[in-house]
């Protein structure tokens, strides 16, 4: 049976020095520019990952070796990640907003729901969402609000609360239940992912 190896931290110098055994190369960005940037702007297991989109040999003296692979083309990768993890979050924002208040004006327009009947059914379907909430009041921000509602939650406070994946729950059945033009519940599994 094979077991991992543990692998021992390595200095940011040894880090430079293992880039270098794989043949990553430090002509765009220097050695010296590298270790400042691993010490500020990254980690080691991060940059290194995006290294897995370049080619290494496959046979000779350099068989396992990055083929022409520069530092500043991991260090770019990593720029360009967090950028787009910005722009990602910023958008997921943007929609979980959009969502709830979407959901506050049509239920606001439905004379068949109190507010009420819907979290009950919410927490009938997903008891594991109530268990979420009340663990969120130990140490949230919205504790005060998940205290002072806890055992009467209507629609308007929950989605407060709720966590993105759990109001996602709560947007489906309350759009299963009460079919209204425009809703995005065939979107949620893109909105999810």
């Not at 040999?57 to 500043?72: C, D, Q, V, W």
Request: some cysteine.
């Amino acid at each position: 049976r094979g077991h991992n190896v543990r692998k021992r931290k390595l200095t940011i110098d040894e880090q430079i020095k293992h880039m270098k055994s794989k043949n990553i190369q430090f002509n765009i960005v220097n050695e010296k520019e590298a270790k400042e940037f691993l010490t500020n702007n990254n980690y080691y297991f991060k940059i290194k990952s995006y290294a897995k989109n370049f080619e290494k040999y496959k046979e000779g003296e350099n068989a396992g070796k990055y083929i022409n692979l520069e530092f500043a083309y991991l260090q770019e990768l990593s720029t360009l990640d967090m950028y787009f993890r910005r722009i990602i979050m910023k958008i997921t924002l943007d929609i979980e907003h959009f969502l709830k208040t979407q959901l506050l004006k049509d239920f606001s327009q439905n004379i068949n729901e109190d507010g009420y009947n819907i979290i009950n059914e919410l927490f009938s379907k997903y008891p594991y969402i109530k268990e979420n909430i009340d663990k969120k009041a130990q140490n949230s921000t919205c504790s005060d609000l998940i205290i002072k509602y806890r055992d009467d939650f209507a629609i308007w406070n929950i989605v407060e609360v709720l966590n993105f994946g759990d109001f996602m729950k709560l947007y489906s059945i309350y759009y299963e239940k009460y079919k209204t033009r425009g809703s995005m519940e065939n979107h949620l599994w893109s909105v999810r992912f």
